[in-house]
Structures are given as C-alpha cells and as structure tokens.
C-alpha cells in the first residue's frame, strides 16, 4: 500500500453519534484499557463543547466518556508522568495530553471528575493509559462547582504564603 | 490462596519478573515492596476498586448525558476558581 496507516479513514459506529468517519492518525490507543473495561483500547476524542469533550470507543458502540482537558486545571494539578512506561513508551522529550473523567450528574452543579486518575496520552505515537496517581490531594470526585458555594469555599486550606 | 510464610528481607517471586519483598513489620503495618516490569499495573486493592467503580459509573452516567452544552455552559458562566489552588488544598480528600 503506499498510503501512510495515517491517512486511513475508519467507520465508527456510535450509538450516540450514529455513523461516522475518523482519520487513523487520530485513534488513541490504550492498550490496557480504562480500569473497569479491558478489553476496549482504541479510542477517539470527539470535541464537542469545550473544555469537554468525549472518548469514545471505536470497539463498543456505546462506550464513551465526557472528559475534561486536564489543562484547564491550571498549574496546581501537576504530578510526575509515568516515564518508560511500557504502554505508552513515554520518554522525557515527548509531549503528552492529559484528559480526565467526568460524572456528568443531573445537576450540572453536582459533576465531578476524577483527578486521581487521569488518561495520560502521548501525543507521538498516540497511546495511552490511565495512571492512578498516589497523592492525596486529587479526588475522585473532585466537585467542579461546589467549592465555589460559601460552604466549599470554608473547607478549603488557604494557600501557601510566598 | 496460596499462603507462604516470610520474614523481613525475604521475598517471593510471582514468575520471573515479579519479585514480591516483606520490607517491614511495624505494629499492625507490614512495608512490602514489590519489583516488577513497568507493564504489570501495581495498586492498593482499595483504590483500585474504588476507580473501577468510578470509572464504570461515568460510563453509566456518560451514557444519561444528552450532550455537554448544558456543563460547558455552566463551565463558562462559573468557572472553577479553585483548581489553580489544588496545589495547596489540603483538604480536598476522597469522599469515599
């Protein structure tokens, strides 16, 4: 074949969605698989509302996820990648996305995400993994919203004096 | 559920690249360290549970979503202002 794998147009089957075209080179690859579905490791993200977006799987149709752009988060979500790590071959020079989970509840007030564990990407051969970060300061369920609610706000450790 | 009894210092191997060491006993504590390759994920059984619960729980709710206007939205007219301080947010711990 002389076109590149990159340029192949894959049909994606969704039962939200419908049916639709995605370019290859956009396929996230995560050979473990989110915690809970193994099995499932080709994913693609869908940009639908920023920041939020969904990852959904090529394999099973009605498996997505609302995810968030960790980058948002500003410089306090910060922790260590999982360099060398065998799923997505991470080295020091490589860039990477972050993407993180969110539980969309009925109260739009009420969704969390999960900052505890993360889907690292790397951006050079598109895999990932979600890691499961050992820091107690990243929830779960992290509210999106609450803690700008006067009973939140109380809760809340003030920052470190400079 | 095989059950092997160990000292401190001494270790186990689970195949060839696994190797499971009995650091230290202390009160009702026990330090294990455990060598394995980078592929083989290592976690605390609690947490484990607790983010595959929580993953297939937004799967679920994931799947009640319409779509993600209405949070986009709500991200737009009240955007979190504490995440910049996660940094020194000590109280923020699990729920669970």
Not at chain 1, 43 to 48: A, D, H, K, R, S
Not at chain 1, 91 to 118: F, G
Not at chain 1, 134 to 160: T, V, Y
């Amino acid at each position: 074949m002389s076109s590149s794998a990159g340029n192949e147009i894959l049909k994606v089957i969704s039962t939200r969605f419908g049916e639709f075209d995605v370019n290859a080179s956009s396929v996230i690859t995560i050979p473990s698989g989110l915690i809970g579905f193994p099995g499932f490791s080709q994913f693609i993200i869908l940009e639908y509302n920023q920041p939020f977006s969904w990852l959904h799987s090529l394999e099973r149709s009605d498996l997505a996820f609302v995810v968030v752009n960790a980058a948002e988060f500003g410089d306090g979500y910060i922790f260590d990648l999982p360099l060398g790590d065998s799923d997505t071959d991470l080295r020091e020079e490589d860039d990477v996305a972050v993407i993180n989970l969110v539980s969309v509840r009925p109260a739009p007030q009420e969704t969390t995400v999960n900052l505890k564990a993360p889907v690292v990407v790397n951006l050079r051969n598109m895999r990932g993994r979600q890691v499961v970060l050992d820091d107690h300061r990243f929830s779960m369920r992290f509210s999106l919203w609450a803690a700008n609610e006067p009973q939140g706000e109380a809760k809340i450790a003030e920052p470190e004096k400079k | 559920m095989l059950i092997l009894t160990r000292k401190p210092g001494e270790s186990v191997y689970i195949g060839d690249d696994i190797k499971v060491t009995l650091m230290e006993i202390k009160g009702n504590q026990v330090r294990v360290g455990v060598d394995a390759p980078s592929s083989v994920r290592i976690y605390r059984e609690e947490i484990y549970l607790q983010i595959l619960e929580e993953n297939k729980s937004a799967a679920l709710l994931s799947q009640d979503t319409k779509d993600l206007g209405e949070i986009a939205t709500t991200w737009k007219k009240q955007k979190p202002t504490t995440l910049g301080k996660l940094k020194s947010d000590k109280g923020n711990t699990e729920k669970e």
